[in-house]
């Protein structure tokens, strides 16, 4: 059966999510809320469903609810994620809230613990891993191909250059450095601890080019960053917003290499290339053609689709809170790395340790 489904803001990500419930037959967008009327009542109008002005009023008016969907921005892309996502949450709704979980670390932390207590669903759009290629290479892992990790490289982030440059206007971006880190580096972070594990330690050089600073900019929007995995292997993760052009490997290329074998995703959902360690391989020159599996996927958009049809399906299928894909911990464990780069930052690029996430508790009802 469908499940019914509430957004909490209609700006764009918002719509794309409504467009994408309503190609699903796992949900049933029943309605939509936005504090800006304008927008609620253009997205209503849209998607067939009826609209609000407050979270409250919705919960209220529509009890059998069982997703709210938070796709609210804010300052840093993340400001107003935690206030309607604890209010669902409290309100007993399974509850799906955009990258990153929220703009605090410490609203983080409680916004998890709180979906821990009343047992409801909590994830996170972490959609850059919900592609073909992903799969394909995870079918390497699991099947043996890539071995024991020994680095991953992931670069991800803008084309662009000094001179298609504009200081940004929007008082969500401007005046804050950490806009970039906070509202990106989720993304690569969660494509990173998906292949590779937990992270343990941090460090950054991260600084802003010439014209930015001429220009008055404070956006920390390079970051050359260094991590230690709990199993040994070590990565490195580069990312920076529209300071260069990217060049080989697009805007985004994530590279495990491990004991036997090494793959390379290309632009998240076109192709994985997969090299094979064998006896005899020349250590330099000659360097053996790789499995190439090229899914021909340009469009980027598809990645929200797929991501929240996982949800649903694992929402509908009552899968293990811990086992949810891409839950609350996952989100919170990836907010604490960036938290850990700022930090790292701050300290002039020392070494920090992420704070330890929460334990893992099981349900006995499920753990056997």
């Known amino acids: 059966m469908a499940l019914k489904i509430g957004i909490v803001g209609m700006n764009g990500i918002g719509k794309q999510h409504a467009a994408c419930y309503k190609k699903e ?20 109008e849209t998607f067939g469903v009826k ?33 309607p996502a604890m209010e669902a949450v409290e309100a007993g709704k399974h ?15 409680e916004l998890y613990a709180l979906a821990e207590r009343k047992k409801v669903y909590l994830g996170c759009n972490l959609n850059h891993y919900f592609t073909p290629p992903a799969e394909k290479a995870m079918e390497y892992i699991n099947g043996g191909g890539v071995g024991e ?39 690569p972070f969660s494509v990173m601890r998906h292949f590779c ?18 220009a008055g900019d404070v956006m920390v929007s390079i970051n050359s960053i260094h991590v230690k ?31 036997k ?28 053609a790789p499995e190439v599996t090229d899914f021909g996927t340009k469009d980027f958009g598809s990645t929200f689709g797929n991501r929240l049809r996982a949800f649903l399906e694992d929402v509908s299928n009552g899968v293990p809170r811990e086992q949810l894909r891409a839950n609350g911990r996952d989100a919170l464990a990836v907010l604490e790395y960036t938290f850990a780069v700022i930090e790292s930052y701050e300290r002039g690029g020392e070494v920090v340790r992420p704070h330890a996430l929460p334990p893992l508790h099981g349900d006995p009802a499920t753990m056997l």
């Open 25 to 44: 037959p796992l949900a049933d967008l029943v309605a939509v809320c936005d504090v800006v009327k304008e927008r609620a009542d253009a997205a209503a």
């Open 149 to 187: 990790l020994v680095y991953c490289l992931l670069k991800m982030g803008f084309n662009g250059g000094e001179a298609g440059y504009a200081a940004a206007g929007s008082p969500k971006i401007k005046g804050h450095p950490y806009f970039h880190m906070k509202a990106f580096l989720t993304h």
């Open 51 to 83: 609209a609000y002005y407050s979270l409250k009023d919705m919960l209220e008016n529509e009890p059998d609810l069982d997703i709210v969907d938070v796709t609210t921005g804010g300052i840093d892309n993340g400001s107003w994620h935690f206030e």
């Open 261 to 288: 074998g090494t793959f390379c995703i290309e632009n998240c959902v076109e192709k994985v290339s997969y090299w094979k360690a064998e006896k005899g391989v020349p250590p330099i020159s000659e360097q053996p």
């Open 197 to 214: 594990g937990d992270i343990t330690h941090i460090q950054t050089f991260s600084d802003r080019p010439g014209f930015r600073r001429n």
């Open 229 to 259: 995995f709990a199993n040994g292997g070590v990565g490195y993760l580069l990312s920076q917003r529209g300071d260069a052009m990217y060049g080989l490997g697009g805007w985004w290329s994530f590279e495990m290499a491990g004991s």
């Open 95 to 109: 509850v799906l809230v955009e990258k990153p979980l929220c703009h605090d670390i410490t609203e983080a932390r």
